[in-house]
């Protein structure tokens, strides 16, 4: 079938499905649409045989949704009605939920239901649980309604068949409900609180004489103030009291102020600059203790033979300083004696590469560009000279640019079922780096390289592995995926043929190097990159203060981004 992907944004959930209909051998066509006429527009010019909508805010104009099937993927239960769905959810501590998927009709989630699904809610972030529990669920109903379209012979069941009791109409979720009470609140009420808001739009707050709004939280039982209190820093977060503990807050964003440019998230002691008072940096504890919990963004452990290195950073972006204490962490990890080392093995993001808000936010982004790239691809060299053990890149959510090739620089790639994957940089006006022109042919090979970084479009892990991008792909939850990820390695470790590949490796880097040193491939790569970063006129630079905040792309090279992920002819 051909089907039309109208989105208010391309967001993960409309490239997974994008991604997963393209797999089944469909047509797809993608158009961002921000108001009903786009809507009607796009449906004029593609003709489709199916209209779907994964993300869509705007109202499906009735003309349109009465001369052509439209689907409206909404993530709650049916009955569930509301534009803040997700956020109630978490709100009110339900443990599970559902999506479904819906008929176009005038009243808004109100229409037929041609499928829905259900899903876990463990105490997790809203995004986090929207990119992993939920994106499985609205992938599993998406396909099963697509599939009862195309058979001609399914009625959708009408809402109006519930009892009154099942349909639960409920607003916007506004600042007003999200507030934290910091002298009446516990840790466990302010994190509920945080993670509702999670990354959109952020809990509003006053700190420091400023208004911010406040993204993502961990709890911390080990540091005690007076409630709302700064009581000290860790990697850029800083740790606020409760009642009856602290949270960690990674992430500040000012509220923007009237006639004043968009605002963005960044790293808590960032925003705050010079505000800041003087307050103990903690070290990030590189090991769990289990006796108290505390917040870390590396963490590091043993399991016989097996090393893991996991990392988990706001959206995936990896700024200089993370690439740098990242690379401090696996050095540590290279130097116990395991056999397999497991770098990643998180439930959300493995990477998207470098932090392109931290360097919109530099006083040199120029500047912040060159040495981002360059701790990103010190930390990329470091995993492919390893030759004293395998390395396992376990890529437990979404990656992208830069964060592809992190993970390609090891010995085996393993990958959750629920996964995207973006292996190119072409939308963001840059050539990339981290030794793409090594890694990636090696994987795919020449003309298979060539394509993915010209095409620029989302890739499943199922597509990953028919490709050779990935060697497997892990078929589970995203609760299961560290569970699942320790066990393959432990079988992998004391396997006889994982230690006559280590053997190898050696030789294999050896002749590498008398082909064409790694040296090279980085010397190459950032000669590009650095003639784009120093030049104020190239696309990268309008690109990325588009995306950080979240402006309209602008002409010119953007065109091919509406292309790829939006524009006519996309499929």
Known sequence: MHILLVASAYNSLTQRVHAELR??????????????????????????????????????????????????????????????????????????????????????????????????????????????????????????????????????????????????????????????????????????????????????????????????????????????????????AVCRATTDGAVWIPELRPRRRPGGPATFALPATLALGARLPPLPELPAPLHRDERHRTWSDIRYREEGQVGMLTFSFPGGAMSTSHCRRLLDAYRVACSRPTSVLVLGGGRDFFSNGIHLKVIEAAADPAAESWANINAMDDLVEAVLTTTDRLVVAAVGGNAAAGGVMLALAADEVWCRAGAVLNPHYRLMGLYGSEYWTYTLPRRVGEPMAERLTREARPMTATAALRTGLVDRVVDCGPEEFTAEVSALAARLAPFPATQTRIAAKKAESERREAVKPLSRHREEELARMLRTFRDPTAPYHALRRAFVRKEPPPEGPASEQRAVAGGPGAC
């Open 23 to 236: 797999d089944r051998g469909h047509s797809v066509a993608v158009e961002a649409t921000p108001n009903g006429a786009s809507v009607r527009d796009a449906v004029r010019r593609h003709e489709p045989d199916l209209v779907l909508a994964p993300l869509l805010k705007a109202a499906i104009p009735r003309d349109v949704w009465s001369a052509h099937t439209c689907l409206i993927v909404h993530p709650g239960p049916v009955g569930d009605r509301g534009p803040s769905s997700l956020d109630w959810a978490i709100h009110e501590g339900a443990r599970s939920w559902g999506v479904t998927v819906l008929q176009a009709d005038e009243e808004m989630d109100a229409g037929d239901v041609w499928a829905t699904a259900s899903c876990p809610l463990p105490p997790v972030a809203k995004s986090d649980l929207y990119r992993n529990e939920v994106s499985d669920a609205a992938v599993a109903a998406v396909l099963l309604a697509v599939d009862r379209f195309a058979s001609g012979t399914y009625t959708p069941q009408p809402q109006s068949s519930l009892p009154m009791a099942a349909v639960r109409t409920r607003p916007h979720v506004r600042q007003e409900l999200r507030r934290v009470s910091w002298e009446d609140d516990s840790t466990q009420t302010v994190l509920r609180t945080l993670r509702a808001a999670d990354s959109q739009p952020g809990v509003l707050d006053e700190l420091l004489g400023d208004e911010w709004f406040l993204h993502g939280g961990h709890p911390e039982d080990g540091l005690r103030g007076r409630p709302g209190a700064l009581l000290a820093t860790r990697a850029g």
